[in-house]
């Protein structure tokens, strides 16, 4: 037969805070921790005391997983008070100003309840206006793009493009990439867009950046191609026009010898 006697050891607990504390619609778990901590502390003629979840749920006979969310709820509702001790402990004890505690215990659980990280502030675009000259050339690119997207009856797909997207793309090609000679990124937009081949394939902006290296050497090599197929004679006079220009000359009283054919 049980025969507690207060001489072995009592709880001195206020009147009031019982009379308070039997008011507050705590679930079962969150009275018996309450009484835990006050056996632990006030138990012991302390105000505090270092309780770990795992102890304090061996003695209520609770899983450690719901001790930690009850107690999390109890410290939101200012019942009890927690604080970090020595070597990363816990140190709980009890807040007997009842006039801070919050009365409903879902109050508690939405304070308690772990933060929502935000979304990370994405980095807003560069602005450019309509006189920067990277945005000239995604609008000039853009014009040309939208013409051969038109003929190939695919000019939804140039429609929507953005032009301060495309502007610092033309950026990142200059400033980046090192490409600085204005000349040859326009020459290489013409070519490109007159390409039968990379007409179609080229069609925006970041693609024209990816793909500039190779578009320019195609370009210069394509040139240089066609130098060479042109025949010996495009670089030839032809000595009958020559004679003619000769005769023309001498027959409008000129010198002979001081007829020059290349003025």
């Keep these: 037969m049980a025969n507690p006697q207060l001489e072995r050891g009592h709880t001195r607990i206020a009147n009031e805070i019982l009379d308070c504390i039997m008011q507050l619609p705590l679930n079962g778990t969150q009275f018996r921790l309450v009484m835990a901590v006050w056996r632990h502390t006030y138990g012991f003629q302390r105000k505090e005391h270092v309780l770990s979840t795992s102890y304090l749920g061996k003695k209520i006979g609770a899983h450690k997983n719901q001790v930690k969310r009850e107690i999390a709820v109890l410290i939101a509702m200012r019942i009890l008070s927690a604080k970090t001790g020595p070597r990363n402990t816990r140190i709980i004890g009890f807040n007997k100003n009842y006039e801070e505690w919050l009365r409903d215990p879902e109050e508690g659980e939405k304070a308690a309840a772990p933060k929502k990280e ?107 191609g066609q130098q060479q197929k042109k025949h010996p004679s495009h670089y030839q006079t032809d000595n009958r026009d020559y004679e003619i220009a000769l005769n023309k000359w001498i027959a409008q009283g000129g010198d002979p010898d001081e007829f020059d054919y290349g003025q």
Aim: no cysteine; hydrophobic share 40%; proline share 2%.
């Design 118 to 224: 935000g979304k990370p502030v994405s980095k807003k675009p560069k602005k450019y206006d309509e006189d920067n000259t990277y945005y000239k050339m995604a609008a000039h690119f853009w014009k040309l793009v939208t013409a051969v997207a038109k003929d190939a009856g695919v000019e939804h797909l140039t429609r929507k493009a953005n032009l301060q997207s495309w502007a610092d793309d033309f950026r990142k090609l200059v400033e980046l990439d090192g490409v600085d000679d204005k000349k040859l990124i326009s020459d290489v937009m013409r070519w490109t867009t007159s390409h039968t081949f990379w007409r179609t394939n080229v069609l925006s902006a970041k693609k024209f950046r990816e793909k500039f290296a190779e578009l320019a050497i195609k370009m210069k090599a394509e040139e240089q």
